[in-house]
């Protein structure tokens, strides 16, 4: 950690021992309320409440839209060119409710899935590059000088057409003798 980091930490601390924050009763404290008391605190940001709501309260309905995994799992899944801006990563979550928070584990489980799909295949594409070089039949340059012209190709003419074979009569239909009459 950072020693701003452990300062932030101290002070968490700090305000539990000093009774100034009581995480029991957030349980019973509305969303909103919770992320006041939370972001009061040096080092605690709105991200950092509402995932203390989620994880720590288990609140259905909560959506970190500042979350970049978010963020970019929302650009993924609606196959934007680009970031999309917060307003519309809150707007896609609006027809979640309210389960939101559900909603953002699926997201972000989308996202770490393109994330990984784009490692391996980058992986891949660099082995295949690797391994194409290494088998490359790579002839010496020769001095200028010393560079054969290329021998001209033979011309390749079209083979003789064959002719057509004869066609072949049709069978004689039998022949039914008549009976003789009896």
């Known amino acids: 950690f950072s020693r701003q980091k452990a300062s932030y930490g101290k002070a968490l601390a700090q305000a539990i021992m000093a009774g100034e924050l009581d995480l029991a009763a957030l349980s019973d404290m509305p969303d909103e309320e919770v992320v006041m008391r939370l972001t009061a ?5 709105r991200w950092s409440a509402e995932v203390y709501l989620m994880f720590c309260l288990g609140r259905p309905d909560v959506w970190p839209s500042g979350d970049l995994g978010l963020v970019l799992g929302i650009q ?3 196959g934007l060119p680009d970031k999309p ?3 519309k990563v809150i707007k896609a979550a609006e027809a ?4 939101r928070s559900a909603a953002a584990l699926l997201v ?3 996202y770490a899935s393109v994330v ?3 490692r391996k295949a980058a992986k891949l594409a660099k082995e295949t590059k690797a391994m194409n070089s290494d088998t490359l039949d790579v002839k010496p340059e020769l001095p200028k000088a010393e560079i ?3 021998e001209p190709k033979p011309v390749m003419q079209a083979p003789a057409a064959a002719p057509a074979p004869a066609p072949t009569p ?9 009976a003789a009459p009896a």
Do not use: M, N, T, V
């Not at 605190?41 to 940001?45: E, F, Q, R, V």
């Not at 979640?96 to 389960?99: A, K, T, V």
């Not at 049709?170 to 008549?178: D, G, L, R, S, V």
């Open 41 to 45: 605190l040096p080092g605690i940001g």
């Open 76 to 78: 993924y899944l609606l």
């Open 85 to 87: 801006k917060a307003a």
């Open 96 to 99: 979640w409710r309210p389960h």
């Open 108 to 110: 972000w489980d989308h």
């Open 116 to 118: 990984a799909a784009r």
């Open 148 to 150: 054969p012209a290329p």
């Open 170 to 178: 049709a069978p004689a239909a039998p022949q039914i003798a008549a």
